[in-house]
C-alpha cells in the first residue's frame, strides 16, 4: 500500500492552469473516509482554509487493469467533490474539463479558458490535487494540462510541459521554506573553447516543485563558477520548458540560443547541454528546440531533429567543486524579494 500523506505545495508564483468539468465517469463512489490506512487510493481536495492540499481515502470499482475507467473515477471524484466540509473541490464550476487522450503512459487533459483565470495560487493547488490523484493509476507516468488545446504556461509564459511523480512534493508536514540540496554534474565550455569542463554544484534551492532538469538547465544557464571554464550558451539564452518522457529530455530554448559565438566549437555548446542532462538518471538522450522548432541545423553540422547522447570525449578539464545558494542568486539578480524563499518559475 502505497503512503500518501498531506501535500504542500511549495511556491505561490506559478502560472495558470485548469481544471474541473467531468471526464466520462467510471462505475460511482464506492467509499471514502479519513483513515488513509485503511484506503489504497486517495482522491486529493483543498483544505478547509483552501490553502493546501489534503487526501481524503477512496477505494474505486475501477482497477488498475482499467486504466482509463479508473482515470476517469478519480477525476469524477475531484469535479463532483464531497459532501465533508473540511474538504473543498479544487477548482471553480466555471473551469471544466473538455476531454482527456491517452497516449502510451500520457495523459493529456485539455480544458475551457476559464481555467485561465485563476490565481496563480489557486491554479497551483488545483493542479497539484489533479496530478497527484492521477497518477496513483499504475500506466499513467506523465500528465500534460492543456487550455484551449494549447498547452499551459506559467506566469513567466513557459509551458509547463509534462508533469510526473517528482513535480509536486509530497511530505508528511514539512514547512514551505525548507531548504532542498541537489549535486549537480554541469558541463561547460573551456577558456579556448574546445572541450568541456567539468564542474560540480552542491545547489541549495528553495522549491521542492522545481524538477531537477529544470534546475540543470537554469545552473547551466547563469554559466560556471570555475575559472577554468565559461558558459557554452550564449548569454542572455533563456528556458522555455524542459520535460522528460521515455528518458528523453526536450529542452525548448528562446531564439538567442541561435545566436553565435565562433570561438566555441559547435559540438562543445551542444554537448554542454546534453552532458548535464543525462548525469541525470532519468534522462538517456536529449532533443533540443529552438520556440519549439526543430527543423533547423544549428551552425552546420548539428541537426536539431536528432536526439544526442553523452558524449564524454569531449571532456577535457576538471572544475571546481562548489556550493550554490539559489536564494541568494535570485536576490541579487531581483527575481525574489528578500523575504520571499519561493519559486517564482523563472
Given at each position: 500500500m502505497r503512503q500518501r500523506k498531506k501535500i504542500r505545495i511549495c511556491f505561490l508564483c506559478l502560472c495558470l492552469i485548469f481544471l474541473a468539468?467531468?471526464?466520462?465517469?467510471?462505475?460511482?463512489?464506492?467509499?471514502?473516509?479519513?483513515?488513509l490506512e485503511a484506503y489504497d487510493y486517495y482522491v486529493y481536495y483543498l483544505n478547509q482554509d483552501r490553502v493546501e492540499i489534503v487526501p481524503l481515502g477512496y477505494e474505486p470499482e475501477a482497477g488498475?487493469?482499467?486504466?482509463?475507467?479508473?482515470?476517469?473515477?478519480l477525476m469524477e471524484q475531484i469535479t463532483s467533490g464531497t459532501d465533508q466540509v473540511e474538504y473543498q473541490k479544487v477548482f471553480p464550476?466555471?473551469?471544466?474539463?473538455?476531454r482527456y487522450e491517452f497516449t502510451g503512459d500520457l495523459l493529456q487533459l485539455y480544458f475551457n479558458g476559464a481555467y485561465s483565470e485563476m490565481s496563480p495560487e489557486e491554479e497551483v493547488l488545483c493542479r497539484g490535487a489533479i496530478v497527484t490523484t492521477l497518477l496513483q493509476v499504475d500506466r499513467i507516468n506523465h500528465i500534460e494540462f492543456l487550455v484551449n488545446g494549447v498547452p499551459l504556461r506559467d506566469a513567466a509564459g513557459a509551458e509547463v510541459g509534462f508533469m510526473n511523480r517528482d513535480t509536486f512534493l509530497m511530505d508528511s508536514g514539512e514547512d514551505i521554506n525548507d531548504i532542498q540540496v541537489a549535486d549537480l554534474t554541469l558541463?561547460?565550455?573551456?577558456?579556448?573553447?574546445?572541450?568541456?569542463?567539468?564542474?560540480?554544484?552542491?545547489?541549495?534551492?528553495?522549491?521542492?516543485?522545481?524538477?531537477?532538469e529544470k534546475l540543470v538547465m537554469e545552473q547551466l544557464l547563469k554559466g560556471p563558477k570555475s575559472e577554468n571554464a565559461r558558459n557554452a550558451i550564449t548569454d542572455g539564452t533563456e528556458l522555455i520548458s524542459v520535460s522528460v518522457m521515455d528518458g528523453v529530455c526536450f529542452v525548448n530554448l528562446n531564439d538567442r540560443f541561435q545566436i553565435q559565438d565562433y570561438s566555441i566549437d559547435e559540438p562543445v555548446v551542444i554537448y554542454s547541454i546534453v552532458n548535464s542532462l543525462t548525469e541525470l538518471p532519468t534522462v538517456r538522450k536529449v532533443q533540443i528546440s529552438v520556440n519549439g522548432e526543430t527543423n533547423m541545423v544549428y551552425r552546420q553540422d548539428m541537426s536539431l531533429q536528432e536526439t544526442y547522447s553523452m558524449n564524454r570525449d569531449l571532456v577535457r578539464e576538471e572544475g571546481e567543486e562548489v556550493e550554490v545558494d539559489q536564494q541568494e542568486e535570485q536576490k541579487k539578480e531581483g527575481i525574489i524579494d528578500a523575504g520571499n524563499l519561493m519559486d517564482t518559475g523563472k
Open positions: 468539468g467531468i471526464l466520462p465517469a467510471g462505475c460511482g463512489r464506492k467509499a471514502e473516509g479519513t483513515d488498475q487493469d482499467d486504466p482509463k475507467a479508473l482515470a476517469s473515477e464550476e466555471s473551469v471544466s474539463l473538455e558541463y561547460f565550455a573551456s577558456q579556448d573553447g574546445k572541450a568541456l569542463v567539468r564542474e560540480t554544484q552542491h545547489v541549495y534551492y528553495y522549491s521542492s516543485n522545481i524538477s531537477m
